[in-house]
């Protein structure tokens, strides 16, 4: 049911834009992001962090800047304004992506970031004292060189990994990170629905692919995929995909794993099914990995650790014959991921993590059966916890028969 039919002209003219009325993050909640961190370092007592270019960067200032040999970012203390570093050439380019005003402090290619940072810190109040060293938090997605370039110059500094105060932060969507983040789900299974629609015998991976990049154009994401793994047949069996191009036949297991993004935020939706004729074993395992994510989503409580839901979706497919633990066939990684900027954000799905779910956490449920030299099952889907508990984005897979519930 809606797999196959369609010619690749007759899916593009199916779908259209999806955007109007999804508004990106305003400066106005940044600003917030901002006082609640300080509010939070104050307890912790933490003096500051420092926030490499990337997505830390952008969550809490809304300024776009792709990490790279040079030191940019900003400096958060635990009272007063924010204050960014920055080469001298890139101060003028900086200003204009940047959506929360602050000093820019500069640095010549000829000088050292690091020795910079540290003055800006004693400017900033922070003074090195040796008996109580102020706590520093560094960016945890800062390149090692950043921190081993501070390190020798920060004595009288306690320097620490600055996620305590990050992941408190970025874990908790508001309403409107949610928001964006349904829409863009919203637009990847709209194309997920077309993919699905142009199989024919003897396509090929690559070109629906090709496929998928262009319908997420289509229904407005202007980078287009964010990724894409399509797999047929035994290849279905590897999470992350084969190095070689696939050719579709009749009795494939087809998996798709794709996502965009939607003003900084991202999707990733994984559909899995059968082309043409579907076997007695692919029936039971697409039944056993469906009742894994549903067994993973009821588990998903309000102050229920990560890890109880991993253990949930185990147990499911142990009850089936799978695993057990991390043995194949069965499941061979986490049944989840935090989702934001980032496509891969804490808190995870699995053993050890042991974080308690909280309102505005966000995951993927991908509870994946892996059977090497047959096929491979992945239904992958996202929640986030609200006050009354977990809440789909997007509605599970319906059936092997109908799997995007179009006979419904």
């Keep these: 049911m809606g797999i196959g039919g369609k010619t690749i002209d007759e899916a593009l003219a199916s779908l259209s834009d999806m955007t109007a009325g999804a508004v990106p993050i305003g400066k106005d909640e940044h600003l917030q992001r901002i006082a609640r961190a300080q509010a939070y370092m104050r307890a912790q007592g933490i003096a500051a962090v420092y926030l490499n270019a990337g997505a830390n960067l952008t969550y809490f200032t809304g300024t776009k800047w792709h990490a790279s040999e040079r030191m940019v970012g900003a400096i958060l203390p635990a009272q007063g304004a924010i204050e960014y570093i920055a080469p001298a050439f890139e101060e003028s380019t900086l200003k204009d992506f940047m959506l929360v005003d602050g000093a820019v402090n500069c640095w010549h290619e000829h000088e050292s970031p690091y020795a910079l940072f540290i003055a800006v810190l004693k400017r900033m109040g ?101 990724f894409v793994i399509v797999l047929f047949g035994e290849a279905t069996a590897y999470p992350h995909g084969v190095s070689y191009v696939q050719t579709l036949k009749p009795g494939d297991t087809v998996l798709i794993d794709t996502g965009c993004k939607l003003h900084n935020y991202i999707s990733d939706i994984t559909r899995t099914y059968v082309y043409g004729p579907i076997s007695a074993r692919q029936r039971s395992v697409w039944n056993s990995e469906k009742k894994a994510q549903a067994a993973a989503f009821a588990a998903a409580q309000l102050g229920v650790p990560c890890e109880a839901v991993d253990a949930a979706a185990r147990r499911a497919l142990e009850a089936d014959g799978f695993g057990p633990g991390y043995k194949l066939p069965g499941l061979p990684h986490r049944t989840g991921h935090g989702i934001g900027l980032d496509i891969h954000e804490w808190p995870y799905l699995v053993g050890g993590d042991k974080t308690p779910l909280d309102v505005g956490m966000c995951f993927s449920n991908e509870p994946m059966i892996c059977i090497p030299g047959e096929f491979g099952v992945r239904h992958e889907d996202h929640f986030y916890m609200t006050a009354a508990g977990p809440k789909w984005f997007t509605e599970p897979a319906h059936s092997i028969d109908d799997p995007f519930g179009l006979n419904r």
């Design 126 to 226: 922070i003074a090195p004292n040796s008996a109580q060293p102020p706590r520093v938090g560094i960016c945890e997605s800062a390149a090692f060189f950043i921190y081993d370039g501070i390190r020798p110059l920060a004595e009288g500094y306690a320097l620490e990994n600055a996620r305590a105060v990050t992941a408190h932060c970025r874990t908790r969507k508001s309403a409107a990170e949610i928001a964006l983040m349904q829409r863009a789900k919203d637009m990847t299974l709209a194309v997920h629905i077309a993919a699905a629609s142009i199989l024919r015998e003897g396509i090929t991976t690559k070109e629906v692919e090709e496929f998928i990049d262009r319908a997420h154009r289509k229904v407005g994401a202007p980078g287009g995929s964010y």
